[in-house]
């Protein structure tokens, strides 16, 4: 069970390769950059890195990244690398940027983006038949049991690859939260001893959950903005008793959707699904502040868009973006529809906050992709360049820039950097912002990967979604949950 199982297949379709050269275009603070395409390789450079050298707007550390690369990929030019990665904003955002790599490297960048499900299908097929046909694979942390013996770890490839590695390189820099979530298997968690685990790949992005909002109908109802789970309540109540929107819509389609909602909850109740311990994990699935978390969640169900019980996050956003509820908790990295004028009637009238807070404070859920270089890849040397670049800290500048993207750094070095500060500061980066504070302060409900935690979660987020519909109870859902979990074992 995944985040992105229910990406409808050819949802955001681009235009095409050459259109992906067509948008090499100066990106500055708050510069737009066109949709690329979703299959094909890179072609032509473009007008030529001399352009961008010579721009001011562009940030010092990719021109000095794209210098080194031009220094050491000569004898790597022509050659071709399989990238497999999801059909996703943040990887539509690289896909754009890639004819820099290309004008830089000449190495020939043939990217893969598609739906979830069969991004990780083909990924999957290709590591367990030790094919060499995907090069970069990409992954959601649940899925890091399945792929992490399967990848060069980053370290290694740094010791095999010296020449080509970039000066100065570390795994210092990346954001605690992500390295320690995504990175490192088994995971560093905050709360719960586990084994010593391996750095085996790059952590990529770091998508929250956070609180989308209609200040306009806020504003005509006279509602103050919620701070308690209570006070959503009361709005979302009030909003559907006096105008003619639903006060909230979820993301509550069966399974990994309403999981991942669910988890917001979760937290904030302080309740967690696992007893974890070293290498023992435990289910604690129908403990009292779990019950309490759930009991939350479902009593919102009579006051959402009543299509919820199918919606994915990207449902969820396009409801919003159709004017249809005024309150959504979903994730940010598809913020950028709700600003999309072919996509959106509510640009400018939506607006983002934190989740409400219950008796633990405020949570959001968290869940990132790593990016790793696959052990059976037939050009790890070309590939290893190309995953430098893909997650360099110029090259996460230039995302955040990217208005079909606003990407969230998972290096500090880039979020630290006045160019990205400069960036978040103005209202159209709040998710960004709001995104970052919520990693500096630790308040993450984050699933913990583990042989066999898709299926666990699979399990609990049926008994979630027959709670949330009226089914059964919060208590017999739960109930119902352990049951099945607890004849299994579980481990890292």
Known sequence: ??????????????????????????????????????????????????????????????KDFLKWLQSVSGKYRGTKVAINLQNEPDYRAVQRLDVDFFAASGINSQYDLEPYILNL???????????????????????????????????????????????????????????????????????????????????FNTPLMIRFYRTDVYKSV???????????????????????????????????????????????FGGRLWDINGSSITPTVNSSKNVQALENFARFFPYTIRSSATYTWEDCVAAMAHGQAANAITFEDFAVLINDPLRSIEVGQIAYSPNPSGPAGSFSSYIGDGLGISKFSRNPQAAWLWLQWATATGTQMMLVADNLARYVPSRKSATNS?????????????????????????????????????????????????????????????DAAQAQLQSNSYAF
Not at 5 to 26: C, E, N, R
Not at 242 to 254: D, F
């Open 1 to 62: 069970m995944k985040r992105r199982d229910f990406l409808k297949t050819g949802a955001i379709l681009g235009a095409g390769a050459v259109a992906a050269a067509a948008a090499y275009v100066t990106l500055g603070p708050g510069g737009i950059s066109n949709p690329g395409t979703q299959t094909g390789s890179t072609t032509t450079t473009g007008p030529g890195l001399a352009a961008r050298y010579s721009d001011p707007n562009i940030p010092t550390e990719y």
């Open 121 to 203: 299908e083909k990924t999957r097929l290709a590591v367990q038949t030790s094919s060499p046909a995907i090069d970069v694979i990409d992954f959601d942390s649940l899925d890091i049991p399945t792929f992490k013996d399967y990848l060069i770890p980053p370290m290694k490839l740094a010791q095999m690859y010296p020449d080509l590695t970039y000066p100065g390189f570390t795994l210092d820099d990346f954001e605690k939260t992500p390295m320690n979530l995504i990175g490192s298997y088994p995971p560093v968690l905050p709360d719960a001893p586990t084994p010593s685990g391996q750095v085996f790949c790059f952590p």
């Open 222 to 268: 006279g509602l103050s903005q919620p701070v308690t789970w209570d006070d959503y309540y009361s709005n979302v109540q009030a909003i559907g008793s006096s105008t003619n929107i639903a006060g909230c819509v979820s993301q509550a389609s069966i399974t990994t959707p309403i999981f991942h909602e669910f988890y917001n909850h979760l937290y904030s």
């Open 418 to 478: 006045s160019f990205v500060q400069n960036l978040i500061a103005t209202p159209a980066y709040d998710p960004v912002r709001i995104s970052q504070q919520i990693l500096a302060s630790g308040q993450i409900a984050f699933t913990v990967p583990f042989k066999g935690s898709s299926d666990a979660a699979d399990v609990i987020a049926k008994q979630v979604f027959n709670c949330y519909t009226g089914v059964s109870s919060a208590q017999a859902a739960l």
